[in-house]
T-cell receptor, first 112, second 113 residues
């Protein structure tokens, strides 16, 4: 079975550029999460969708970050404009209800 | 303000010995606790969990202990194997927001052959 699929795996961009990260959750899962991993803060929840609807976006750092889930099989996390402090690994995860979270392999973002 | 803390960034143990990874939390509303394991260039994967109504849960070589009064949990791996070398994340959630897993910063375990 295909797991959570994220793209790109690696992204290097310059400060001020727009970054779009993509996620395909596991088919049948109705919950989708975006997490950010940094050395200092570990894994932080950015936003949570349930049935394609954003339920909790309290972890989104600032207005430069936005996330969408236009349908049950696709989500994007956008950073515009990007800054060097946004450099991190961004994970997408999905679950069925309050069940176990399944994570993608992550998108490593480097903003120069 | 971190609600879930893993104060040891790294741990090194000899193969065959016990590995003990610790985690502290501050939110008394947390009622479900999990451990995730992460290999390099992969996403975290679920390892073991425990509900607040229990104080111990065992799965093969992995045992999680929960001390609610101390707001402390630990993961024991016995015997440790080189393949256990990974980053281990502690996570917690509360009844008020069961979907929201709060993760610690992780502990890197190295099991030496």
């Amino acid at each position: 079975d295909a797991g959570v699929i994220q793209s790109p795996r690696h992204e290097v961009t310059e400060m001020g550029q727009e970054v779009t990260l993509r996620c395909k959750p596991i088919s049948g899962h109705n919950s989708l999460f975006w997490y950010r991993q940094t050395m200092m803060r570990g894994l932080e929840l950015l936003i949570y969708f349930n049935n394609n609807v954003p339920i909790d976006d309290s972890g989104m750092p600032e207005d430069r970050f936005s996330a969408k889930m236009p349908n049950a099989s696709f989500s994007t996390l956008k950073i515009q404009p990007s800054e060097p402090r946004d450099s991190a690994v961004y994970f997408c995860a999905s679950s069925q209800g309050a069940g176990e979270l399944f994570f993608g392999e992550g998108s490593r973002l480097t903003v120069l | 303000d971190q609600q879930v803390k893993q104060n040891s960034p790294s741990l090194s143990v000899q193969e065959g010995r016990i590995s003990i990874l610790n985690c502290d939390y501050t939110n008394s509303m947390f009622d479900y606790f999990l451990w995730y394991k992460k290999y390099p260039a992969e996403g975290p994967t679920f390892l073991i969990s425990i509900s607040s109504i229990k104080d111990k849960n065992e799965d093969g070589r992995f045992t999680v202990f929960l001390n609610k009064s101390a707001k402390h949990l630990s993961l024991h791996i016995v015997p440790s194997q080189p393949g256990d070398s990974a980053v281990y994340f502690c996570a917690a959630s509360g009844a008020d927001s069961s979907y929201k897993l709060i993760f610690g910063s992780g502990t890197r375990l190295l099991v030496r052959p």
